[in-house]
């Protein structure tokens, strides 16, 4: 059969067709590149992204929920689960099973496993850092049931447990062991320390493009995520690490920061506030700022003179260094040791407040004499906030005739001087945040006598009362008994006075409008977790 | 004194001054107060958890044995883990001088291309209007830290004017050029990258103005004596009543021997720069390794410090030896004096 010939036309066609297409399939390559959105925001350096280092720090957490997933995940509100990669659990005496939800992969493709699961736990607990101590000593056993259950078996009772798998991330064990390097955990080597340092094994909604931990993360959306996504979630993420206030600012002006770090000074997010398209957002439930007094040291060993000096601090004046804009609040009144939302809590008891007369009273019961023995006021050179604080303590404690000095100090020589009571400052200061959503991690890790020398219980209190209080409320499971036994802490705290409850930390952002923050802008979708509110598939790029 | 001789003399006395230096910052590292291992493990850690740790960073060994230990692994190119970044210091240290190193380098190009002219200028003038002009500029940039300058430069030409970027050495939508020396505006040129050069020149004109202009101040008035001296010399007299142009005076009769005290100074200020970046990196989010530096102190990093501490000092010592070679080179009497000494 003869072949038909082209016409001088039709092969005119077909090349103007073929251009056509070619221009067609460039402009929606073009498009598709060009509507790539990206989300740039800082934090503070180092940015850690081992799931099992960098504890207690908001840079790991924020960096944690994004590239790997617990187990459970916290409703809003922080104090009851929803399933995360476990679709469902039980609960036996000191047993829990965990069941894996079918078909999640990690980044790498790999299946999400019970072996994944063990393998994590117990790389934390080799490694001892991060949030190990959260597990050491309360998990007995772990066991894989089947490839997709998994049975954590406690040595005792323990009634944070389900809150504590919050700050379990779990890592592809095929991919970090086909990445070890020397090291000396025997056939772990090292554990994939130096490889996860740069990379994650997740399976998070983010996974990582590249990451230096001192200048910038960049992350990419997971189109394999396991849940869904809302297509206007940013495409691509850039955490920027250790920006200079002025740099913040700049780059917040030019358009090119669209959420400024929490840590920025109130100035700082005053100035942010006033550049047309940024408004300030805030999360609230998971911050609280204590004045430690070392109730070790005299004369704050005496309750009587601790209450007089709780009573005659100017908190609103404490307040209102600390707020941002009259619009975005930075601190709100504290009532006692922990915050609204946690079991415990009592709303209807009074914040704390200046009562001079009070104070003088108190005082008067006092065994010693206000001036007789000087307190030293510490303030960490890292947060100049505190300076400022420290001068309002100075000056309100001078009124009842206390002698005080202001000393500053580096928090490395802090860390150290804490672990002795006859060391630890008369009065501290310190911003303490809760590192699971359960009102032990408040309580325990700053009044139980077993918590003394670490930096969150520089009050150094040793009371059996609450010491007995706070075993009994980790041991009981039921909620409502936990409720009733952390009010009574609640109330003993309050009345020994061992800190100063200054006021509930309202965390500020600088946000463009360029981009949604439910869980910031939202109180109800607020989880009270830190690091969980900057959850990148959640937030919205316009 | 032939010059490699020398040059094999001077690098045996920087060796030496090497491994002093070592021993003295892995001492003081390990005296600054604070407990490495509480800091790094963070406010909740328990005395069970910091003894621990303290044992996997063999903190709990005699220091001569850390010693030992530590400089086994120096040998190998180990330089041990970070406190701060949780990264082997060596890893760090490879990502953060590359960038730190160029920024000193531009800086030095302003300092030598701005500052030996202009104090060539200044002498020929001097107590002219261009002088005065130039000692008022010097002071000014002698007298303002870098950070500030770091700051003004930054709200002119990059806030108030837009002209140029602020952050990082290259656009996020920038790709880095194949490293093959680390230093992007070297690498990008090897790559037959010009629009990577014209974004990383960008990028590091407001940084490394700000870093150099103390030292063009300096090196401006530094030269200016010295070559305010050379004219007052009766070779230069004697050069002038031959009739010889004043600008061939200046450059060939004058600079020279007035370049010897200037070449010193300009040998110590460059590596200070390495250790002094630190404000200006961070006010432009410049990846370097000074910024690391600081933080490794602030976090009581002891491998970190003792890293960058180790890499600045061995900087110093090479840029030492480039000095002195060219010292000698430019006034071989300082070689055969040593001969004799």
Same mark, same amino acid.
């Given at each position: 059969?003869?072949?038909?010939?082209?016409?001088?036309?039709?092969?005119?066609?077909?090349?103007?067709?073929?251009?056509?297409?070619?221009?067609?399939?460039s402009l929606s390559w073009t498009t598709k590149a060009f509507a790539e959105t990206t989300l740039t925001l800082d934090e503070n350096a180092p940015g850690e992204i081992d799931p099992g280092k960098g504890a207690g720090r908001a840079v790991s957490a924020i960096l944690f929920f994004n590239l790997y997933d617990p187990l459970l995940l916290p409703t809003s509100g922080g104090t009851s689960f929803a399933p995360g990669l476990a679709e469902s659990w039980t609960q036996d005496g000191n047993s829990y099973t965990f069941k894996l939800r079918p078909g999640v992969k990690f980044h790498s493709g790999n299946p999400v496993t019970a072996d994944d699961v063990v393998f994590s736990l117990n790389r934390l607990i080799a490694l001892g850092q991060g949030n190990a101590s959260l597990f050491r000593g309360w998990v007995k056993q772990v066991d894989v049931l089947d490839p997709a259950t998994v049975r954590f078996t406690l040595t005792a009772p323990y009634a944070p447990f389900l809150a504590t798998t919050l700050r379990l991330g779990i890592l592809d064990r095929k991919e970090v062991?086909?990445?070890?390097?020397?090291?000396?955990?025997g056939e772990f080597k090292d554990y994939g320390q130096a490889w996860l340092n740069q990379h994650d094994a997740g399976s998070g909604a983010y996974r990582i493009i590249s990451h230096n931990p001192q200048v910038e993360a960049v992350m990419g959306k997971n189109p394999d995520y396991y849940l869904p996504i809302p297509a206007a979630a940013p495409d691509r993420v850039i955490m920027k690490f250790a920006l200079e206030a002025a740099t913040e600012l700049a780059l917040m002006r030019r358009g090119e920061l669209d959420i400024m770090s929490q840590?920025?000074?109130?100035?700082?997010?005053?100035?942010?506030?006033?550049?047309?398209?940024?408004?300030?957002?805030?999360?609230?439930?998971?911050?609280?700022?204590?004045?430690?007094?070392?109730?070790?040291?005299?004369?704050?060993?005496?309750?009587?003179?601790?209450?007089? +000096?709780?009573?005659? &601090?100017? $908190?609103?004046?404490?307040?209102?260094? *600390?707020?941002?804009?009259?619009?975005? @609040?930075? !601190? /709100?009144?504290?009532?006692?040791?922990? +915050?609204?939302?946690? &079991?415990? $809590?009592?709303?209807?008891?009074?914040? *704390?407040?200046?009562?001079?007369?009070? @104070?003088? !009273? /108190?005082?008067?019961?006092?065994?010693?004499?206000?001036?007789?023995?000087?307190?030293?006021?510490?303030?960490?050179?890292?947060?100049?906030?505190?300076?400022?604080?420290?001068?309002?303590?100075?000056?309100?404690?001078?009124?009842?005739?206390?002698?005080?000095?202001?000393?500053?100090?580096?928090?490395?020589?802090?860390?150290?001087?804490?672990?002795?009571?006859?060391?630890?400052?008369?009065?501290?200061?310190?911003?303490?945040?809760?590192?699971?959503?359960?009102?032990?991690?408040?309580?325990?890790?700053?009044?139980?006598?077993?918590?003394?020398?670490?930096?969150?219980?520089?009050?150094?209190?040793?009371?059996?009362?609450?010491?007995?209080?706070?075993?009994?409320?980790?041991?009981?499971?039921?909620?409502?008994?936990?409720?009733?036994?952390?009010?009574?802490?609640?109330?003993?705290?309050?009345?020994?006075?061992?800190?100063?409850?200054?006021?509930?930390?309202?965390?500020?952002?600088?946000?463009?409008?360029?981009?949604?923050?439910?869980?910031?802008?939202?109180?109800?979708?607020?989880?009270?977790?830190?690091?969980?509110?900057?959850?990148?598939?959640?937030?919205?790029?316009? | 004194?032939?010059?490699?001789?020398?040059?094999?003399?001077?690098?045996?006395?920087?060796?030496?001054?090497?491994?002093?230096?070592?021993?003295?910052?892995?001492?003081?590292?390990?005296?600054?107060?604070?407990?490495?291992?509480?800091?790094?493990?963070?406010?909740?850690?328990?005395?069970?958890?910091?003894?621990?740790?303290?044992?996997?960073?063999?903190?709990?060994?005699?220091?001569?044995?850390?010693?030992?230990?530590?400089?086994?692994?120096?040998?190998?190119?180990?330089?041990?883990?970070?406190?701060?970044?949780?990264?082997?210091?060596?890893?760090?240290?490879?990502?953060?001088?590359?960038?730190?190193?160029?920024?000193?380098?531009?800086?030095?190009?302003?300092?030598?291309?701005?500052?030996?002219?202009?104090?060539?200028?200044?002498?020929?003038?001097?107590?002219?209007?261009?002088?005065?002009?130039?000692?008022?500029?010097?002071?000014?940039?002698?007298?303002?830290?870098?950070?500030?300058?770091?700051?003004?430069?930054?709200?002119?030409?990059?806030?108030?004017?837009?002209?140029?970027?602020?952050?990082?050495?290259?656009?996020?939508?920038?790709?880095?050029?194949?490293?093959?020396?680390?230093?992007?505006?070297?690498?990008?040129?090897?790559?037959?990258?010009?629009?990577?050069?014209?974004?990383?020149?960008?990028?590091?004109?407001?940084?490394?103005?700000?870093?150099?202009?103390?030292?063009?101040?300096?090196?401006?008035?530094?030269?200016?004596?010295?070559?305010?001296?050379?004219?007052?010399?009766?070779?230069?007299?004697?050069?002038?009543?031959?009739?010889?142009?004043?600008?061939?005076?200046?450059?060939?009769?004058?600079?020279?021997?007035?370049?010897?005290?200037?070449?010193?100074?300009?040998?110590?200020?460059?590596?200070?720069?390495?250790?002094?970046?630190?404000?200006?990196?961070?006010?432009?989010?410049?990846?370097?390794?000074?910024?690391?530096?600081?933080?490794?102190?602030?976090?009581?990093?002891?491998?970190?410090?003792?890293?960058?501490?180790?890499?600045?000092?061995?900087?110093?010592?090479?840029?030492?030896?480039?000095?002195?070679?060219?010292?000698?080179?430019?006034?071989?009497?300082?070689?055969?004096?040593?001969?004799?000494?």
């Amino acid at each position: 059969m003869a072949r038909k010939k082209w016409s001088s036309r039709t092969r005119l066609r077909f090349s103007l067709a073929t251009l056509a297409a070619i221009c067609l399939a460039s402009l929606s390559w073009t498009t598709k590149a060009f509507a790539e959105t990206t989300l740039t925001l800082d934090e503070n350096a180092p940015g850690e992204i081992d799931p099992g280092k960098g504890a207690g720090r908001a840079v790991s957490a924020i960096l944690f929920f994004n590239l790997y997933d617990p187990l459970l995940l916290p409703t809003s509100g922080g104090t009851s689960f929803a399933p995360g990669l476990a679709e469902s659990w039980t609960q036996d005496g000191n047993s829990y099973t965990f069941k894996l939800r079918p078909g999640v992969k990690f980044h790498s493709g790999n299946p999400v496993t019970a072996d994944d699961v063990v393998f994590s736990l117990n790389r934390l607990i080799a490694l001892g850092q991060g949030n190990a101590s959260l597990f050491r000593g309360w998990v007995k056993q772990v066991d894989v049931l089947d490839p997709a259950t998994v049975r954590f078996t406690l040595t005792a009772p323990y009634a944070p447990f389900l809150a504590t798998t919050l700050r379990l991330g779990i890592l592809d064990r095929k991919e970090v062991m086909a990445h070890l390097q020397d090291g000396s955990f025997g056939e772990f080597k090292d554990y994939g320390q130096a490889w996860l340092n740069q990379h994650d094994a997740g399976s998070g909604a983010y996974r990582i493009i590249s990451h230096n931990p001192q200048v910038e993360a960049v992350m990419g959306k997971n189109p394999d995520y396991y849940l869904p996504i809302p297509a206007a979630a940013p495409d691509r993420v850039i955490m920027k690490f250790a920006l200079e206030a002025a740099t913040e600012l700049a780059l917040m002006r030019r358009g090119e920061l669209d959420i400024m770090s929490q840590w920025a000074s109130p100035e700082t997010k005053r100035a942010a506030a006033r550049i047309p398209g940024v408004t300030m957002v805030s999360e609230r439930g998971i911050s609280e700022f204590f004045i430690k007094m070392n109730t070790r040291r005299p004369p704050l060993d005496d309750v009587f003179c601790r209450r007089a +000096l709780a009573d005659s &601090l100017d $908190y609103n004046a404490l307040i209102g260094q *600390a707020n941002v804009t009259p619009q975005a @609040a930075g !601190a /709100e009144p504290a009532r006692g040791p922990l +915050l609204p939302g946690m &079991l415990g $809590y009592d709303g209807s008891v009074p914040p *704390a407040s200046r009562d001079m007369a009070k @104070a003088t !009273a /108190e005082l008067a019961q006092c065994k010693y004499k206000a001036g007789d023995i000087p307190i030293d006021i510490a303030w960490i050179g890292e947060v100049p906030l505190e300076e400022r604080f420290a001068l309002l303590m100075q000056q309100n404690w001078g009124e009842l005739g206390f002698k005080s000095n202001i000393v500053r100090m580096p928090a490395v020589s802090y860390y150290q001087l804490i672990t002795k009571p006859e060391t630890t400052p008369n009065v501290s200061q310190f911003f303490y945040t809760a590192t699971v959503p359960d009102s032990d991690s408040f309580l325990y890790n700053i009044y139980s006598s077993h918590s003394a020398g670490s930096a969150s219980a520089a009050e150094w209190l040793s009371d059996p009362e609450v010491d007995s209080l706070l075993d009994q409320g980790r041991s009981t499971l039921d909620q409502t008994e936990r409720a009733a036994i952390y009010k009574k802490v609640f109330d003993r705290i309050r009345d020994l006075q061992p800190s100063i409850f200054g006021y509930q930390v309202v965390i500020t952002y600088a946000k463009s409008d360029r981009v949604s923050v439910p869980a910031l802008q939202d109180p109800a979708k607020n989880t009270r977790v830190m690091g969980m509110n900057l959850m990148f598939r959640a937030m919205e790029m316009k | 004194m032939n010059l490699p001789r020398y040059l094999v003399r001077r690098l045996f006395a920087c060796l030496a001054t090497f491994v002093g230096v070592s021993i003295l910052i892995f001492g003081i590292a390990r005296v600054i107060p604070g407990d490495p291992a509480r800091i790094a493990l963070g406010p909740t850690a328990t005395d069970e958890q910091v003894r621990e740790f303290r044992i996997q960073l063999g903190l709990d060994q005699p220091l001569p044995q850390q010693y030992a230990h530590y400089v086994s692994g120096l040998l190998h190119g180990d330089l041990g883990v970070s406190l701060y970044t949780n990264a082997p210091v060596a890893r760090d240290l490879r990502a953060g001088f590359p960038a730190t190193f160029e920024l000193v380098l531009v800086a030095t190009l302003f300092m030598v291309g701005i500052g030996i002219p202009l104090g060539v200028i200044a002498a020929r003038h001097r107590d002219g209007a261009a002088d005065n002009v130039i000692r008022l500029g010097a002071l000014l940039g002698v007298v303002t830290p870098s950070f500030v300058w770091a700051v003004l430069l930054m709200l002119v030409f990059s806030d108030y004017l837009g002209w140029l970027p602020i952050d990082g050495r290259l656009s996020e939508t920038v790709s880095p050029p194949p490293s093959v020396t680390g230093l992007y505006l070297v690498d990008s040129l090897l790559a037959g990258q010009p629009h990577v050069f014209l974004n990383a020149l960008e990028h590091i004109i407001l940084p490394a103005t700000a870093l150099s202009l103390a030292s063009i101040g300096q090196t401006t008035r530094l030269t200016r004596a010295n070559v305010a001296e050379a004219y007052a010399s009766p070779y230069i007299e004697m050069a002038r009543a031959y009739g010889i142009s004043g600008r061939r005076i200046a450059s060939r009769y004058a600079l020279r021997p007035a370049l010897i005290p200037t070449l010193t100074i300009l040998g110590l200020d460059i590596a200070a720069k390495l250790g002094n970046a630190f404000l200006v990196e961070t006010v432009f989010g410049w990846p370097g390794m000074a910024q690391y530096g600081v933080q490794a102190i602030l976090h009581k990093d002891l491998n970190g410090i003792v890293g960058t501490v180790l890499v600045i000092a061995a900087f110093f010592l090479v840029i030492n030896m480039i000095v002195d070679a060219a010292v000698t080179v430019l006034d071989p009497r300082i070689r055969l004096g040593a001969q004799g000494a």
